[in-house]
């Protein structure tokens, strides 16, 4: 069985920080590059941000400008999303995705490439 779990979300103020951690187990845990994803409400699901499984290539959205980083910890199945300055408009449901790829450098910003999903954390953000 291969699940992702994402964890870290919450309500806080405009300004504030949060990291969100994604758990993989299963064959989500090995050779995957992973992303982050968020949908809002009445919006579709936004590419956010995507490391290769090596951790070597990162790729984002034009909108974090910055605010937003992505990491992975390997040892532990661990992809985080470190989200810094948050404002209102960052309000919605984060999702991790892990993607399957032979090559240790890859990223995607195409959500219909990812072979898994977890059920994503919700952050709201109160101005």
């Known amino acids: 069985q291969e699940y992702l779990v994402e964890s870290g979300g919450g309500l806080v103020q405009a300004g504030a920080s949060l990291r969100l951690s994604c758990a993989a187990s299963?064959?989500?845990?090995?050779?995957?590059?992973m992303g982050w994803f968020r949908q809002a409400p009445g919006k579709e699901r936004e590419f956010i941000a995507s490391?290769?499984?090596?951790?070597?290539?990162?790729q984002y959205a034009e909108f974090p400008k910055g605010r937003f980083i992505i990491s992975r910890d390997n040892a532990k199945n661990l992809v985080y999303l470190q989200l810094n300055n948050l404002a209102p408009e960052d309000t919605a449901v984060y999702f991790c995705?892990?993607?399957?790829?032979?090559?240790?450098?890859?990223?995607?910003?195409?959500?219909?490439?990812?072979?898994?999903w977890g059920q994503g954390t919700q952050v709201t953000v109160a101005s």
């Open positions: 995705a892990a993607l399957w790829t032979p090559y240790r450098s890859r990223t995607s910003k195409k959500d219909y490439e990812y072979d898994y």
């Open positions: 299963g064959r989500a845990a090995n050779s995957h590059a």
């Open positions: 490391v290769s499984w090596s951790g070597e290539s990162t």
